[in-house]
């Protein structure tokens, strides 16, 4: 449950990560104009950023395609920065995604973001399916993508194969990069390449606070970015009573359930949840899930998602939420905002 202990810091920025969720006795495609619908709503409730993920072959969620997101959720608002969160690299050519970025930020000045990951974010199947060889699952070559990526906007040196080719339109610099992960890698490589960094903390299993530490220590100055900067992303789920958000929050550990056990789908409804027999052992599955979800009232989980900020020494918090009803995920999001 959410920490109601009323003496806190000033807060950090509030930010959203979306993943497109698809819930139950819908079409899969209903999800992609909820998530606009839910960046409208973000933009209107004063949050900072909205971040769109990457994910494949995935019945859960729809968010195959973050590129395409990031230039519908910009077109639908008008302020609210909104990316990546975000391009797993080893998916993509390091050149496409610099135009697509490049064209992108030309589109809507200032607004955009590129975060970029390196897990496939799917099944080991699919992302054979992605690289196009099971080699390329192997590669170890993340730091080699990212100094390409950089050098289709920055320069080859003049004797380097790719000298010639750059990433159109090149009156457009790259959007803000943001290295993301959920190990010490991601935090250990935003620091090398002097990047933004966003740790996954609604789902990765480090101590955020000693993964932001060790990234601010080893923080190096680059062209781009002076100062570190880290994001935490962190799960919650806010309704008016807590009884309800009890409710949505057991939705949500039987869609995690579902995901563990091999046997994904749509988002389930509260009753759906509810009518679930529970065994012990599946409620022991998700109890690490559900420690690290915030759940609760506006006041009190926005107070938790503060001491967790707080503690962890980010800079933002970027929110992650996922219930059935799209309207009550919107209100999710609103009565958080209206306490932060």
Same mark, same amino acid.
């Given at each position: 449950?959410?920490?109601?202990?009323?003496?806190?810091?000033?807060?950090? #920025?509030?930010?959203?990560?979306?993943?497109?969720?698809?819930?139950?006795?819908?079409?899969?495609?209903?999800?992609?104009?909820?998530?606009?619908?839910?960046?409208?709503?973000?933009?209107?409730?004063?949050? +900072?950023?909205?971040?769109?993920?990457?994910?494949?072959?995935?019945? %859960?969620? !729809?968010?195959?395609?973050?590129?395409?997101?990031?230039?519908?959720?910009?077109?639908?608002?008008?302020?609210?920065?909104?990316?990546?969160?975000?391009?797993? @690299?080893?998916? +993509?050519?390091?050149?496409?995604? =610099?135009?697509?970025?490049?064209?992108?930020?030309?589109?809507?000045?200032?607004?955009?973001?590129?975060?970029?990951?390196?897990?496939?974010?799917?099944?080991?199947? !699919?992302?054979? #399916?992605?690289?196009? %060889?099971?080699?390329? @699952?192997?590669?170890?070559?993340?730091?080699?993508?990212?100094?390409?990526?950089? #050098?289709?906007?920055?320069?080859?040196?003049?004797? +380097?194969?790719?000298?010639?080719?750059?990433?159109?339109?090149?009156?457009? =610099?790259?959007?803000?990069?943001?290295?993301?992960?959920? %190990?010490?890698?991601?935090?250990?490589?935003?620091?090398?390449?002097?990047?933004?960094?966003?740790?996954?903390?609604?789902?990765?299993?480090?101590?955020?606070?000693?993964?932001?530490?060790?990234?601010?220590?080893?923080?190096?100055?680059?062209?781009?970015?002076?100062?570190?900067?880290?994001?935490?992303?962190?799960? =919650?789920?806010?309704?008016?009573?807590?009884?309800?958000?009890?409710? @949505?929050?057991? #939705?949500?550990?039987? %869609?995690?359930?579902?995901?563990?056990?091999?046997?994904?789908?749509?988002?389930?409804?509260?009753?759906?949840?509810?009518?679930?027999?529970?065994?012990?052992?599946?409620?022991?599955?998700?109890?690490?899930?559900?420690?690290?979800?915030?759940?609760? !009232?506006?006041?009190?989980?926005?107070?938790? @998602?503060?001491?967790?900020?707080?503690?962890?020494?980010?800079?933002?918090?970027?929110?992650?939420?996922?219930? +059935?009803?799209?309207?009550?995920?919107?209100?999710?999001?609103?009565?958080?905002?209206?306490?932060?």
């Amino acid at each position: 449950m959410a920490d109601t202990t009323s003496e806190l810091p000033p807060k950090p #920025a509030l930010s959203v990560l979306d993943l497109s969720p698809v819930p139950s006795g819908r079409p899969p495609s209903s999800a992609l104009h909820d998530t606009i619908a839910l960046a409208r709503t973000a933009e209107a409730h004063g949050y +900072h950023r909205f971040w769109l993920a990457e994910h494949h072959n995935i019945p %859960s969620v !729809t968010s195959s395609s973050p590129e395409v997101m990031i230039a519908a959720v910009a077109a639908a608002t008008t302020r609210i920065r909104v990316g990546a969160g975000g391009i797993m @690299l080893p998916n +993509h050519s390091p050149l496409k995604v =610099a135009e697509t970025f490049r064209v992108l930020a030309g589109l809507h000045p200032g607004r955009i973001d590129l975060g970029l990951g390196r897990a496939p974010g799917t099944d080991q199947l !699919t992302a054979v #399916a992605l690289r196009r %060889s099971r080699e390329a @699952l192997g590669a170890d070559d993340f730091t080699d993508q990212y100094a390409e990526l950089r #050098a289709y906007a920055d320069g080859f040196p003049a004797d +380097h194969p790719l000298a010639r080719v750059s990433a159109q339109p090149t009156d457009v =610099a790259l959007p803000p990069i943001w290295i993301l992960g959920s %190990s010490e890698y991601g935090g250990q490589a935003a620091a090398a390449f002097g990047t933004g960094f966003a740790y996954a903390g609604h789902f990765g299993t480090l101590d955020p606070a000693e993964v932001i530490a060790a990234y601010r220590r080893g923080f190096r100055p680059s062209p781009h970015r002076e100062r570190p900067h880290a994001i935490l992303g962190l799960a =919650a789920i806010v309704a008016e009573t807590e009884e309800r958000a009890e409710q @949505l929050a057991l #939705a949500n550990a039987l %869609s995690v359930l579902r995901l563990r056990s091999g046997r994904p789908g749509p988002m389930p409804t509260p009753e759906e949840a509810a009518a679930h027999p529970w065994t012990e052992r599946e409620r022991a599955a998700v109890e690490g899930w559900t420690s690290l979800v915030s759940v609760g !009232t506006p006041q009190a989980v926005a107070d938790d @998602l503060a001491k967790r900020a707080y503690r962890a020494g980010a800079d933002e918090v970027m929110v992650t939420t996922t219930i +059935h009803d799209p309207a009550e995920r919107r209100l999710s999001y609103e009565l958080l905002a209206g306490v932060w």
